[in-house]
């Protein structure tokens, strides 16, 4: 039990769900076994959705896909959120606004059984409300296959420069002015 707690947890790199440029997100499924090909593209088709719905500021769908077990670790956030508390943050209107522009670029995706978890990078060149930023973030979100439908369990996300370097205060990003 410990062991598994310790491969999700270690596995996590998500990030909480925002738009993205279809372009940077086509490709292959790095890598994926044959005999995964359909989930994978299952997982990638719902990830892609769920950013799409993130750009006008619907994040309604992203949950929808959530266990009620689900925790997302965001980079601004000092400790995980539980389902409930990314719920609140998100029913407050504090996730909700619209006009995020970001890029995803997939990274990988693996298997082990009935787990899978997709790696992304992603580049935030606007917030929501339009402020320009230059924000980089290496993400994962981590699924589980419930007889024939992938849920979330896990995300993290975590700050990092355009040499891939992490910074020190994820809360702290360069504002293009």
Wanted: aromatic share 8%.
């Amino acid at each position: 039990m410990a062991t598994k707690f310790f491969t999700i947890v270690l596995s996590m790199l998500a990030l909480l769900a925002m738009p993205i440029s279809t372009a940077a997100a086509q490709g292959s499924n790095l890598n994926v076994p044959p005999e995964r090909i359909t989930d994978a593209e299952k997982i990638w088709e719902q990830e892609l959705h769920i950013y799409e719905m993130r750009r006008g500021g619907d994040m309604g769908y992203y949950l929808s896909l959530a266990n009620p077990g689900y925790m997302a670790w965001p980079a601004p956030a000092d400790v995980p959120l539980s389902y409930k508390q990314l719920s609140a943050r998100i029913g407050d209107g504090q996730l909700m606004e619209a006009g995020e522009r970001i890029t995803v670029t997939k990274k990988g995706l693996s298997f082990e059984g009935d787990t899978a978890r997709a790696f992304f990078d992603t580049h935030r060149t606007q917030r929501a409300g339009g402020q320009a930023v230059d924000e980089r973030f290496e993400n994962i979100h981590v699924w589980v296959k419930r007889d024939e439908d992938w849920r979330l369990v896990a995300n993290m996300s975590r700050a990092v420069d355009e040499n891939r370097q992490r910074l020190g205060n994820p809360t702290i990003n360069r504002v293009v002015e």
